[in-house]
């Protein structure tokens, strides 16, 4: 890639993962403040009828952020057509509903491809040009079971631990090219990825969990990450008070989190 001169100083925002759930409602938030967001997804309605609520310039990119194999030509398309993208945001997930041992190893793969491959994957084809045009922001959507883990999660909690891994040693490695990483660890956001959560055996879990349903909206989360990003966080955590605690026990109270939480009640 080379410099794109003529949109240097355009605030490009694309959001990948924005047909639903937080992704769209980072979209929304992102489309008052932005010059120009590009939204994909695999649901090309859905991008469109979301578009068609965005209060600023924006293009519609369908694309299935699992097939990392096509993840340069993406990226050469966006940085073409619409010039050096300024922040990258990355919310595409998926989670799990079953204990380890009893989860076929092809769905530990199918989440750990998705929640964590296809992320980093992406993020190896934009930053590059990001940093030979003076730099950028990466957000990325972990949760808090990046820094914990508990029942019946094990390969979700394994990608978003992944990812913090990951990029605090990318920032690390970039620190002096102003590129900022804000990793964001919600605790229950009211959306419905519980729908699309899998089962041990590959199944969709296909109804809406108890404590997703009491989580804060996507548009609170969505002020809360936008907000952090733009002001530089390395990272931000956020939800509801059992969430909250569960991070403050397991730092500085290691083994009685480790007691209550298997303790806690299969969900």
Known sequence: MHKNTGLMNKKTVWIVGASSGI?????LEYSKSADFVILTARREKELRDLAANLSCAHAVL?????QTEKHAELAQHVWKQYGAVKTL??????SQRANALETELSVDQKIMHLNYF????LTKEVVPAMIENGGGGVVVLSSVMGKYSSKLRSAY???KHALHGFYNALRAETAEKNMKYTLVCPGFVNTKISYNTLKGNGERFNQMAGAQSKGI???AAAKKIASAAESGKREIAFGGVTEMMGLYLNRFFPGLFARAISRKNKT
């Open 89 to 94: 945001v990355l919310t595409p997930g998926i």
């Open 217 to 219: 909206s996507p548009e």
């Open 62 to 66: 369908p694309a299935d952020i699992t």
């Open 118 to 121: 296809s992320l980093i994957s």
């Open 23 to 27: 992704g769209r409602a980072l979209a």
């Open 157 to 159: 909690s394994a990608s």
